[in-house]
């Protein structure tokens, strides 16, 4: 696994917790 494969997993896991628990949760991700 490379560096760009580990930020597109963390950004999609950031959109799911997004959806699940609300946006506001976003900010805590950055």
Do not use: E, H, P, Q
Not at 2 to 30: C, E, P
């Amino acid at each position: 696994m490379n560096t760009s494969d580990a930020i597109d997993i963390l950004r999609k896991f950031k959109v799911n917790f997004a959806d699940k628990y609300g946006i506001k949760t976003l900010g805590l991700f950055g």
